[in-house]
């Protein structure tokens, strides 16, 4: 089980202050020993006193050999436990409080105040009752000190660095030790301390750990961080703990960190390009609202190359989308306008959305999954079963002047008479120009293609999904450009989203769900933005505990090194 433990303790100014470790085990063990996951020091509590399990989905207690616990002020030797149950043992007080999510057991502990006389009594001892007398005692135990402590080490680390071995094995470095590192460090630098602590009697140095972790990308642009008026800056070990055995997770995950840049970015960082909204938490008023990253045709371009598009910062609440693709979700979710071609039913939002294995993003759109069920690419209504290559329009044009060139020269073809016309904006293209085209069959082809060819790039084919350039050039072939489609996969740049977490809102689910963050069923035009925006999130979130709302930090949405960088960067290597 993953067991939430908190401490309280009363800090010198009489503040209470919480502090959370967390552990995964099959049982809690409580006692006065040192590897006990819950440490309680007294005269009565046993070294091995009792411990909490789970069966079942319930949690016990169960004392070990004779000592005993007070479950609410009731002296039991075992017994179940329910949610804000007080356990006494020999003054301190234990209590269960509902796990956050990811815990399957959480626990509040508050230590008695210490009695120090009580670890005084047991270990007193009068140094008058030996051989030694107090002042050439201290003058040794100073020298013997410093000769361990400081000189052995010192030499040795030298010698280390050297690359030989030390003379006295057992003294190494390891002497030094403020702890056992994280598990990944342990693996990683082992009992080589100089990959962090690279020069003696100094705090660890970023270049340490750049070192190792070339990949990891400034929250800060270097190009910011030029302009910016940055005082101290974030050393990495400000927020990376160590020594501690990975009980940290080696993060430290407060949002106070982020709040003290961001609380007043104009204070603390000075202007920098992009004007940062003041944040101080996440809760009306505290946190701006959501912009999202667009790619956009430069201003005046409309008809920009994509390669030539610029990323767009716009607030959610005005942005305008440009994906070049024509679609309407109110007309596909309208059940008497459009119907499965499979079973007849309504669309839903899986027939066209799939959640990547992220659970954050969705599979791209395509023509093939989610439109070509119902559209298809027929271009001679008299060959129903015909249809042009999809994603090259060059390809299309070839096929239709194939199939024209082919169709008007062999005369073992059956020419069918047809029965609807189509219709360009102004002019009729008769279905078959062979019923008023006299001339040489191949002059007779080409007009009909090249009618065609209008006829899906300005008219009813292709046009219909996409948007199409004209350059009215002579050759049709040059005439048309599909302007490439752009589906944006990431709106939050520097946020993450899970929708996994969210496949149930309320008493929402299925499309329901979707529904209560994405207004589809009012969207008729692709350039509608229907990510929900800051007031939503707010329904059921703050950084702070409020009651049937889940808390949130800052990292459990921002990644502090930005993502996109990191992932550039280790291409490089
Ligand atoms: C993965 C990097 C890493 C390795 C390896 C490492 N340390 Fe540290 N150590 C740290 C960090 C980070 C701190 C906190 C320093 C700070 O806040 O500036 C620290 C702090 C300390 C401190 C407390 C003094 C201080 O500067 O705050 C001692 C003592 C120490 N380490 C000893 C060792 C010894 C001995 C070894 C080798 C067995 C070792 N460390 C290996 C990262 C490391
Ligand atoms: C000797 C090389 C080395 C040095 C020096 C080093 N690290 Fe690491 N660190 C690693 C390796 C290897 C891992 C585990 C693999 C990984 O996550 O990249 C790791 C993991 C981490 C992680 C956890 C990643 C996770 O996914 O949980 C953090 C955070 C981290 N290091 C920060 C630091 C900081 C801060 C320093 C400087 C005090 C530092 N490291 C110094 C090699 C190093
Ligand atoms: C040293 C001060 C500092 C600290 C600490 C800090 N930030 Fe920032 N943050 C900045 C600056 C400066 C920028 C602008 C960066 C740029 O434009 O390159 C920024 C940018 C951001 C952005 C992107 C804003 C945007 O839209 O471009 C987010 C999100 C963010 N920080 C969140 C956080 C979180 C979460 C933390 C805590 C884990 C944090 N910050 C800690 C200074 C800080
Ligand atoms: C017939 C296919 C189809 C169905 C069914 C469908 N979508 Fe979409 N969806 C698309 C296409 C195509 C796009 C990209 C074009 C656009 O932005 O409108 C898209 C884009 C989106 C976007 C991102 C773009 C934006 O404007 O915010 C969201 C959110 C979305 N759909 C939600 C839904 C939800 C919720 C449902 C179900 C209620 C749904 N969709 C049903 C085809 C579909
Ligand atoms: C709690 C609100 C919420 C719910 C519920 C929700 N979404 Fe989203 N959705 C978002 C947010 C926020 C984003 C923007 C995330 C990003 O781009 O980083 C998003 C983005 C999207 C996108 C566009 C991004 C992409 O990867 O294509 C689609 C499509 C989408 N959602 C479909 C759905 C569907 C289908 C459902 C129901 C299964 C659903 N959403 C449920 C909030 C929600
Ligand atoms: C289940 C069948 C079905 C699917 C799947 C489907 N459509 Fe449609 N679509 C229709 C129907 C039927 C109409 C006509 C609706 C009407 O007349 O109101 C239509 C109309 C349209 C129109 C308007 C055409 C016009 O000439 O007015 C566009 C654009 C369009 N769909 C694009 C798409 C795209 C893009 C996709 C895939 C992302 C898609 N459709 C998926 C059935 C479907
Ligand atoms: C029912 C709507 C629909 C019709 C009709 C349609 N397309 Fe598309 N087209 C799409 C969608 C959706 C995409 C984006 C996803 C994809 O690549 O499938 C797309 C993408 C494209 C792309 C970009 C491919 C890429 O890899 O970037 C081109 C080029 C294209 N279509 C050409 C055509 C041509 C030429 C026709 C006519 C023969 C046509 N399309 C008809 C829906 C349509
Ligand atoms: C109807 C209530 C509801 C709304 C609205 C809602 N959430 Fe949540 N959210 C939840 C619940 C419940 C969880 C816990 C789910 C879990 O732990 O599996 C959660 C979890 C989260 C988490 C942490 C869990 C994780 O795995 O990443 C984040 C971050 C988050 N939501 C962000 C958002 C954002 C951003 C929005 C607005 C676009 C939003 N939520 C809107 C109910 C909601
Ligand atoms: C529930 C999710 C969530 C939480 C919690 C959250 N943010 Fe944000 N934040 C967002 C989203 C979404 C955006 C807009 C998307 C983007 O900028 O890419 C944003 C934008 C920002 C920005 C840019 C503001 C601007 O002016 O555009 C900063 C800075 C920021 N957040 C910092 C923080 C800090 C600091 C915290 C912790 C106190 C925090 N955020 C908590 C989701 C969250
Ligand atoms: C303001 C606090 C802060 C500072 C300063 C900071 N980090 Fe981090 N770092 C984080 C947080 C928070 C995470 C947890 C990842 C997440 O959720 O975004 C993290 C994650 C990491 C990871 C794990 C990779 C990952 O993305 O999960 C590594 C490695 C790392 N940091 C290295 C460093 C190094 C090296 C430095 C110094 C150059 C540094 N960090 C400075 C807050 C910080």
């Given at each position: 089980m993953k067991a939430l433990i908190r401490y309280l303790r009363q800090g010198p100014d009489g503040v209470i202050e919480a502090q959370d470790s967390d552990a995964t085990v099959n049982e809690l063990t409580i006692g006065s020993a040192a590897d006990r996951q819950i440490q309680l020091i007294g005269r009565e509590v046993g070294a091995d006193h009792a411990a909490i399990r789970a069966s079942g989905g319930k949690l016990a207690i169960a004392c070990r050999g004779r000592f005993r616990v007070q479950i609410n002020g009731k002296s039991v030797a075992s017994g179940s436990l329910a949610l804000g149950d007080q356990i006494d043992i020999a003054g301190?007080?234990?209590?269960?409080?509902?796990?956050?999510?990811?815990?399957?057991?959480?626990?509040?502990?508050?230590?008695?105040?210490?009695?120090?006389?009580?670890?005084?009594?047991?270990?007193?001892?009068?140094?008058?009752?030996?051989?030694?007398?107090?002042?050439?005692?201290?003058?040794?135990?100073?020298?013997?000190?410093?000769?361990?402590?400081?000189?052995?080490?010192?030499?040795?680390?030298?010698?280390?660095?050297?690359?030989?071995?030390?003379?006295?094995?057992?003294?190494?470095?390891?002497?030094?030790?403020?702890?056992?590192?994280?598990?990944?460090?342990?693996?990683?630098?082992?009992k080589k301390c100089s990959a962090c602590h690279q020069q003696l009697f100094v705090h660890v140095q970023d270049t340490a750990?750049?070192?190792?972790?070339?990949?990891?990308?400034?929250?800060?642009?270097?190009?910011?961080?030029?302009?910016?008026?940055?005082?101290?800056?974030?050393?990495?070990?400000?927020?990376?703990?160590?020594?501690?055995?990975?009980?940290?997770?080696?993060?430290?995950?407060?949002?106070t960190l982020c709040v003290g840049c961001h609380a007043d970015p104009g204070a603390s960082f000075g202007s920098i390009p992009r004007k940062l909204g003041a944040v101080s938490g996440f809760a009306r008023g505290t946190h701006p609202a959501f912009s999202i990253q667009l790619l956009k045709p430069p201003a005046g371009s409309e008809m920009a190359a994509l390669q030539d598009w610029?990323?767009?910062?716009?607030?959610?609440?005005?942005?305008?989308?440009?994906?070049?693709?024509?679609?309407?979700?109110?007309?596909h979710l309208d059940g008497a306008r459009v119907t499965r071609a499979r079973d007849g039913g309504v669309l839903g939002c899986a027939d066209c959305h799939t959640l990547e294995n992220d659970g954050q993003h969705f599979l791209p759109v395509t023509m093939e999954t989610s439109c070509a069920s119902c559209h298809q690419l027929t271009f001679d209504p008299n060959e129903p079963t015909r249809q042009l290559p999809h994603g090259k329009p060059l390809d299309a044009i070839y096929v239709i002047e194939d199939y024209f060139a082919r169709k008007y020269s062999d005369p073992t073809l059956p020419v069918k008479k047809s029965t609807q016309a189509r219709r360009l904006p102004d002019k009729e293209i008769p279905t078959d120009l062979a019923d008023v085209c006299t001339g040489p069959s191949y002059i007779?082809?080409?007009?009909?293609?090249?009618?065609?060819?209008?006829?899906?790039?300005?008219?009813?084919?292709?046009?219909?999904?996409?948007?199409?350039?004209?350059?009215?050039?002579?050759?049709i072939q040059e005439r048309f450009q599909v302007i490439p489609v752009h589906l944006t996969q990431d709106y939050f740049e520097k946020a993450r989203f899970n929708h996994r977490a969210h496949a149930v809102q309320k008493n929402l689910t299925g499309d329901a769900a979707c529904l209560s963050c994405h207004k589809a069923k009012d969207s008729k035009e692709s350039s509608q933005v229907m990510i929900p925006d800051i007031g939503n999130c707010l329904q059921c979130h703050s950084n702070r505990y409020v009651k049937d709302q889940v808390t949130v930090q800052c990292v459990s949405c921002h990644s502090y090194h930005p993502m996109a960088i990191m992932q550039a960067n280790s291409q490089e290597q």
């Open positions: 301190h007080k234990l209590r269960l409080f509902k796990p956050p999510a990811g815990f399957d057991v959480a626990i509040e502990v508050t230590l008695t105040s210490a009695d120090a006389s009580e670890f005084e009594n047991a270990f007193r001892t009068d140094l008058d009752k030996t051989w030694l007398s107090k002042r050439s005692g201290a003058w040794l135990l100073a020298i013997l000190t410093l000769l361990l402590a400081l000189a052995l080490p010192l030499q040795s680390v030298f010698i280390h660095r050297q690359g030989k071995p030390t003379p006295i094995p057992s003294v190494d470095d390891a002497l030094w030790s403020a702890g056992p590192l994280s598990p990944a460090h342990e693996l990683a630098a082992g750990c750049r070192d190792c972790h070339r990949s990891v990308a400034d929250h800060i642009a270097a190009s910011t961080q030029a302009l910016a008026h940055l005082g101290t800056q974030q050393r990495c070990a400000q927020c990376h703990r160590e020594h501690d055995g990975g009980a940290s997770q080696i993060a430290v995950r407060d949002d610029v990323q767009s910062r716009e607030p959610l609440a005005t942005a305008r989308e440009r994906s070049n693709l024509k679609f309407s979700h109110q007309q007779c082809a080409n007009r009909r293609a090249a009618a065609e060819i209008e006829n899906q790039f300005a008219g009813r084919g292709c046009v219909s999904c996409h948007e199409v350039q004209d350059s009215h050039a002579k050759d």
